[in-house]
């Protein structure tokens, strides 16, 4: 059997096992306290902001409808799979110059290059690391 602390609960356990009541806490008071209301709430917002009060058509309006976001379309650009890192970085430059491509656009490409150029140098560390050491055995072997 467990040993019970000075309050008379076990470890672990909690002292209220059923909790709170729901709808005890202040925020649902309050809000019980004003739902009858808020039909007459809005109604009252509703005239204020057709007649003219931007601050209650504002608060409408935001809590209605969601903000308009901007959206970019997608848009190619000529990169080939055997063109250097630098080749692309240009061919990505040379698209924004020419008004095909947003500077936001580029900015995103040109740091997936930039990820790119980094992975590559890593295989290619990896690749001279592994044939370096395949050098050292051999002479160990010798």
């Known amino acids: 059997m467990t040993e019970r602390n000075r309050k008379g609960w076990k470890p672990g356990q909690s002292g209220n096992p059923k909790g709170k009541p729901p709808g005890s806490g202040e ?3 309050l809000r019980a306290s004003i739902s009858a209301e808020v039909p007459e709430i809005l109604a009252a917002l509703v005239t204020a902001a057709k007649a003219g009060d ?3 058509a504002r608060l409408i309006l935001e809590r209605v409808l969601p903000p308009i976001k901007a959206i970019e379309h997608a848009q190619s ?3 080939s799979e055997g063109d250097s890192l630098t080749a692309s970085g240009r061919s990505v430059l040379s698209a924004v ?3 095909d491509l947003a500077p936001g656009q580029a900015s995103q490409l040109l740091t997936a290059i ?3 150029a980094r992975v590559t140098e890593t295989d290619e560390l990896v690749r001279r690391i592994g044939a ?3 050098r050292a055995n051999e002479r ?3």
């Open 27 to 29: 925020l649902q008071k």
């Open 97 to 99: 110059a020419s008004g």
């Open 114 to 116: 930039g990820a790119l």
């Open 132 to 134: 370096l050491e395949d």
């Open 140 to 142: 160990i072997r010798k």
């Open 54 to 56: 931007m601050q209650a």
């Open 77 to 79: 650009i000529p990169l």
